[in-house]
């Protein structure tokens, strides 16, 4: 196939020395999903890539493809880049680890249809200082059906009520109602955490405002998301052992 010289629009997220002087750096693209991308020389500190191949990075990218392999990073234009996140350490491990999460549910050039746009508001709300503990939480709940795992948070997985006081059961792959209680496995969170995560996992992040959740809450719902995670999609990123570090748990 003939490699193809293309504008592609989106964010850096990770990068890696390549050789001596060469970098290889992770794309994600509205257009092709996420590619990896070679900076020829980009480690130099006169390359006119340098600016384009640091972490963070929004901006069009062009490159050479062959829609496979590694593609070749050649232009940028309108780059915006994010200098604080280099020295804030919590935003830093979030995304970080936000993004390894979303680069484990997709394979290279594969369409990230509706989430790259989660991913990047998420950037975007992160960076603005937003709660970025919030903010994860909706990003782990909503890829979860990227991971082909999505949980039925809508209605209770048994009987179908919308209403009610609600568990989340791993087994049954969902929420359950307080009539089903006894019918399967639970996490025997509290109403409120349930609500919440049901809440995390429906809502389209482009409309959460501000919100105020206690330490607590968040703490529960994290707790269960971890466990759901563990349960169903069981990575061990070394992105996430970092986050946990610097958030204290
Ligand atoms: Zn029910």
Redo the contacts with the bound molecule.
């Keep these: 196939m003939a490699a193809d010289l293309l504008d592609v629009h989106g964010l850096l997220f990770k990068r890696q020395q390549y050789k001596e002087a060469d970098l290889l750096a992770k794309l994600w693209t509205k257009e092709l999903g996420i590619v990896t991308v070679i900076a020829k020389g980009g480690m130099r500190p006169k390359s006119q890539l340098a600016a384009a191949v640091l972490p963070f990075t929004e901006g069009t990218f062009g490159i050479l493809t062959r829609y496979k392999g590694i593609s070749q990073l050649r232009t940028y234009k309108k780059l915006s880049q994010h200098d604080e996140l280099f020295t804030d350490l919590d935003k830093n491990a979030y995304l970080s680890y936000l993004f390894d999460l979303a680069d484990h549910a997709f394979s290279e050039y594969q369409k990230l249809g509706e989430y790259y746009d989660l991913l990047l508001v998420a950037f975007d709300r992160i960076v603005a200082g937003q709660d970025p503990e919030i903010i994860t939480q909706i990003v782990q709940l909503q890829l979860l059906a990227a991971f082909g795992v999505a949980p039925q948070l809508g209605a209770?997985?048994?009987?179908?009520?919308e209403k009610g006081i609600f568990d989340y059961s791993i087994a049954a792959g969902g929420v359950?109602?307080s009539?089903?209680f006894r019918s399967v496995s639970r996490l025997h969170l509290s109403p409120k955490a349930t609500a919440l995560i049901r809440t995390l996992g429906l809502l389209p992040i482009s409309r959460l405002g501000e919100i105020q959740i206690g330490e607590d809450l968040k703490k529960e719902s994290r707790r269960a998301i971890t466990q759901i995670y563990q349960a169903t999609v069981d990575l061990n990123l070394p992105s996430l052992r970092f986050l946990n570090e610097v958030r204290g748990s």
């Design positions: 209770c997985v048994i009987c179908g009520k359950v109602c009539d089903h």
